[in-house]
């Protein structure tokens, strides 16, 4: 069987479906170039001295894995000379990152989550890159820096989203706004196969995904979906549910868009300050945008994750998404 390339894809996208234009290609082509290095940095493990801790903080009061600012480091370079970019944002930058004077900017801005999954970075579990791609609204040629106001977008106005997941395999899980499409990357040739096109989330699972430990800070409806997932058989759902938890929200939304399932990081008490652990941008909008196009659903208990006005580049936000059934009921529970 042929399979074809994310090359040939992306081309079949701007001639065919005229879903992308050439710019927007040549963006995906490098941020799939970028993901490569990521992967091969991360697949060498301890031996090139890069585990372990950096020594910093990310704006968050975050440690920063020194494979977090590697990853970072790549993205940008990668990135920042092809004309293609306004400015860039990360989970590992405070501010967005302009575009050196000596290249050309273009009209997009790209955000992205170098390395997600951090702490199981030296403990050789999955972990990925997570990226979004949004238009500058208001470049307009001029030379201004663009400041974090161009970045704050609603993710239904995401033009492209995407992860990496450096796993057993590498693969590169995509959506232009046509469908989600994985693509694995082969080894012997460098290049991103299509290994499964159009991934759908089946409506109904059993499998659910939730960090338990933060147990006693959940609200309410929260508490109630566990409990009746936990009772099983004999509870008020009449079946019996697994429990899954990466720790890398790239694997458990792998997993889900592979097999179904729900996941959720939501709010909780722990922290005041904090009405979520993930992050809306680069993280939440990204994720809800390929699981939305897959079939599934994503909210944050009390509205579709899509719709959020961001106010801040960081913000954090509660995400439950997967299994359209599954998401759909555990919102309910927050309207009543
Ligand atoms: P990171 O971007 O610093 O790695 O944090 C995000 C990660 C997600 O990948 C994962 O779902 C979650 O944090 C795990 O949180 P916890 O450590 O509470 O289980
Ligand atoms: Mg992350």
Redesign the pocket.
């Known amino acids: 069987m042929s399979r074809i390339t994310l090359s040939q894809f992306l081309i079949q996208q701007q001639r065919d479906g005229e879903r992308i234009c050439a710019e927007l290609r040549f963006l995906v082509e490098v941020v799939a170039r970028a993901v490569k290095a990521i992967g091969n940095a991360v697949g060498k493990g301890g031996l090139t001295n890069s585990l372990g801790e950096a020594g910093g903080e990310n704006v968050q009061g ?1 440690v920063q894995k020194k494979l977090d600012v590697i990853a970072n480091e790549i993205l940008l370079e990668a990135n920042e000379w092809g004309g293609h970019l306004a400015a860039m944002a990360s ?1 590992e930058m405070d501010l967005p990152h302009q575009i050196p004077n000596r290249y050309p900017k273009g009209e997009f801005l790209l955000l992205f ?1 170098p390395l ?4 199981n970075i030296d403990v050789n579990i999955s972990v990925g890159t997570i990226f979004s791609v949004l238009r500058c609204p208001e470049l307009n040629g001029s030379v201004e820096p663009v400041d974090e106001k161009a970045f704050l977008q609603p993710g239904t106005q995401q033009l492209v989203a995407g992860y990496a997941v450096y796993g057993a395999a590498t693969q590169l899980v995509l959506t232009v706004g046509n469908g989600v499409h994985a693509f694995t990357l082969d080894r012997e040739t460098g290049s991103f196969v299509m290994t499964t096109e159009n991934m759908r989330v089946p409506e109904d699972t059993k499998e659910y995904a939730i ?1 338990a430990s933060n147990a006693r800070w959940w609200e309410a409806p929260v508490k109630r979906y566990i409990d009746e997932l936990l009772a099983g058989k004999s509870g008020p759902r009449g079946k019996d549910f697994n429990m899954r ?1 990466v ?4 694997a ?1 939304v792998h997993r889900i868009l592979t097999r179904g399932g729900i996941f959720m ?1 939501p709010k909780d008490t722990k922290d005041p300050t904090k009405p979520g ?2 992050r809306l941008m680069y ?1 939440a909008n990204p994720m809800a945008m390929l699981i939305e196009q897959a079939g599934g659903a994503a909210t944050t208990g009390y509205q579709r994750i899509l719709d959020v006005q961001p106010e801040k580049l960081h913000q954090r936000v509660p995400v439950i998404l997967g299994s359209k059934n599954e998401v759909e009921r555990v919102t309910g529970y927050h309207a009543v």
Do not use: A
Not at 116 to 119: E, H, M, P, R, V
């Open positions: 975050e989970e989550d997600d999954g951090s702490s960090n938890w720790g890398s929200m790239v458990d990081y652990k993930l993280e």
